[in-house]
């Protein structure tokens, strides 16, 4: 990439994110939460009707792994084409640690999904949100690249302002459509900070020594 940031400043992004990312684990796990998420999902739920439930299933099917993956091929090729080798490498694998990681985690967390309410039929576990980990994953990649390689800033803080406000819509669809509980999705992208700010941190630390990824 065309401008390489000091390797230690998302070295400690990756440990804050990783620490708040355990104690809302451990406060989940240890604490019980049912009223509050209950609570949570009972304000939510106010806003439903037949058009709101329509437009909050098709927005999150928009993160769900066909389209992100053709979307990360995409941007892989384009990348390629354009000569940015490293870059390609970079937004793929991001897409492929991020999935990785979030199977990981639910497998050693199993936590239950919703029980009731829910408007789509979902399987596997809750914790942390898979749709929150990818989109948010997405977002600062999109927005990372966005500025280094487009010259007017304003159009990257604009396309950047864009996608984090996605980012917010994917996990409020997924407590809205009750697949996920509100805790799943901060987890999903705490989760997803520490995947991008390690693999940023190993990539900056290559690119100074001039080694290929």
């Given at each position: 990439?065309k401008?390489?940031?000091?390797?230690?400043i998302p070295f400690?992004i990756?440990?804050?994110a990783?620490?708040?990312?355990f104690?809302?684990?451990?406060?989940?796990?240890?604490?019980d939460l049912?009223?509050?998420?209950q609570?949570?999902?009972?304000?939510?739920?106010?806003?439903?009707?037949?058009?709101?439930n329509?437009?909050?299933?098709?927005?999150?099917?928009t993160?769900?792994?066909?389209p992100i993956?053709?979307?990360?091929l995409?941007l892989?090729f384009?990348?390629?084409?354009k000569?940015?080798?490293?870059?390609a490498?970079?937004s793929f694998?991001?897409?492929?640690?991020t999935?990785?990681?979030n199977?990981l985690?639910?497998?050693l967390?199993l936590?239950?999904?919703?029980i009731?309410?829910?408007l789509?039929h979902?399987?596997g576990?809750?914790?942390?949100?898979g749709?929150s980990?990818?989109s948010?994953a997405?977002?600062?990649l999109?927005s990372?690249?966005s500025?280094?390689f487009?010259?007017?800033?304003?159009?990257?803080?604009?396309?950047s302002?864009?996608?984090?406000?996605?980012t917010?819509?994917i996990?409020?669809s997924?407590v809205?459509i009750n697949v996920?509980?509100v805790?799943d999705?901060l987890?999903?992208?705490l989760a997803?900070?520490v995947v991008?700010?390690?693999?940023?941190?190993?990539f900056?630390?290559?690119?100074?020594?001039?080694r290929?990824?």
């Amino acid at each position: 990439m065309k401008r390489q940031l000091n390797p230690m400043i998302p070295f400690l992004i990756a440990i804050i994110a990783s620490a708040l990312f355990f104690i809302l684990a451990d406060y989940i796990f240890t604490s019980d939460l049912t009223n509050f998420q209950q609570s949570v999902f009972n304000f939510i739920s106010r806003l439903r009707n037949p058009h709101l439930n329509t437009l909050m299933i098709i927005l999150t099917k928009t993160a769900n792994p066909f389209p992100i993956s053709v979307l990360t091929l995409i941007l892989t090729f384009i990348l390629v084409f354009k000569h940015q080798k490293k870059e390609a490498l970079f937004s793929f694998l991001l897409i492929l640690l991020t999935a990785g990681t979030n199977t990981l985690l639910k497998h050693l967390y199993l936590r239950q999904r919703p029980i009731v309410g829910s408007l789509i039929h979902e399987t596997g576990f809750s914790f942390p949100s898979g749709h929150s980990m990818i989109s948010l994953a997405l977002a600062l990649l999109l927005s990372y690249l966005s500025f280094h390689f487009l010259s007017r800033k304003l159009i990257a803080y604009l396309l950047s302002a864009f996608l984090l406000a996605y980012t917010f819509l994917i996990g409020f669809s997924r407590v809205y459509i009750n697949v996920h509980y509100v805790g799943d999705v901060l987890g999903g992208w705490l989760a997803s900070i520490v995947v991008f700010s390690i693999l940023l941190c190993l990539f900056n630390l290559f690119s100074r020594t001039k080694r290929p990824l």
